[in-house]
């Protein structure tokens, strides 16, 4: 017990101490206590206590049975435990980790001249990453990178922090990532740095949960209106304070909300008055991020927004390692009934979020994270990944209704991010990079 005391007491003064703020680090001890009976986090606590117990067993025997006795035994239930687990595990890594497949990477689709060919003036098609600026004290934003292949915007995502689905409460002035002043300066500097090489900005915020027993934002309702007034004013003043940093930054596109399908389909008055006061201090375009399920067909209030922003994470093939025809088979009914509803509301849509794994199953769930155990199950799949942009790209970039794309995602150390064994959502440095450049890059 007094073990835990002293790691959340080094916890809370180390986040008082970085943040500068008391709140803060309350609110990273209030994390850690919710989290602290999942499985992942009851692994990690439990590693410094079977260390102490290990080395006190090993203490006692080395005293008990002399150097022999401790050799022996360390050997045959330490050493041999080990050498076999890492073996088991090393032979797992590599059979999921590995894949039998050979991209023939096209440099010739690279815009190697420094700056933006501006496509999006031809052909109205918006062509964008979410851009995921570095950690602290990095200063390496590798646009250049997304300039050499040909993405146009970059898409930054501040986050408001609600502790659970039903809590009304955010938080998002003085959140443990940083001051949102922080943040804003960091934006300008970024949307400045990307406007010299032709590159526009979007600003899309999001609402954060962490880890709310399976629950997600679109989840997020709550029992009475006087609850749903609270959250309604803390998002409103969220909202609008990056509505007016989008002015600020000329950001020709702002996102007024994502995935929260539970409101978004329960309280149509309120985002048609959210949509009137952000009008009041930002003149670009404006969208909301629809999830792709149960969320873009019932919403009331397209009419009152430019576009329509659809989070496409649309389940297209069961079946593992797809073809890129198994894929676009799959596409097509959704293609038809996007297409339909796009016509009926009169407004272009915009596939505000889409992107794939690099695992075999990349097709069947694609909204699924990898993060922690889950992702050691995975197979990894580049080829998967390649041709799941490849049937995006076939299926949607001609058609006229249809207004571009944000990739999801994007990392500014380029050189460290994705790679042949990764299974993360990003392109980069695998063949589905290759594939975005040379689809965005068309004439």
Known sequence: MTTVTVFFLVVFISQWIN?????????????LFQNIWQPMALIVFSIPYLIF???????LLFKNHGVEGFIRKFGMYTVLPLFLLGGTF???WKDHRTENFHYNWDRTVENLEGFTKARFEDDQKIRGVHYFSPWRGETEHNLEVLVQNNVEYIVLVPYCYQESHDKPELRF????????ERIDSTYRRLAAEALRLGLQTIIKPHVWMQADQGFWRSDIDFKSQAEFDVWASQYMDFILHFAKISEEIQA?????????S???KGYPDYWKMLIKEVRKVYGGKLFYAANWHDE???IQFWDELDLIGVQAYFPICPEPNPTVDNLKAGWRPHLTQIKRFSRRIGKPILFSEIGYKSTDDAADTPWEWVDGAHGLTKRLSTETQANCYQAFFEMFWQESWFNGALIWQWRAHHD???GDSNIDFTPQNKPAQNVMAKWFGRE
């Not at 002035?173 to 949102?180: A, I, W």
């Not at 020709?252 to 929260?260: D, Q, R, S, V």
């Open 173 to 180: 002035r003085n959140r443990r990532r940083g001051s949102v």
């Open 416 to 418: 460290r991010a994705g």
């Open 252 to 260: 020709p596109y702002f996102c007024i909300g994502a995935e929260l």
């Open 53 to 59: 117990h290990l080395l006190r067993y090993y203490n």
């Open 296 to 298: 873009y067909e019932h």
């Open 90 to 92: 090393s032979l797992i």
């Open 262 to 264: 539970e409101l978004s």
């Open 19 to 31: 943040s500068g703020s008391i709140e803060d680090a309350f609110f990273l001890i209030t994390l």
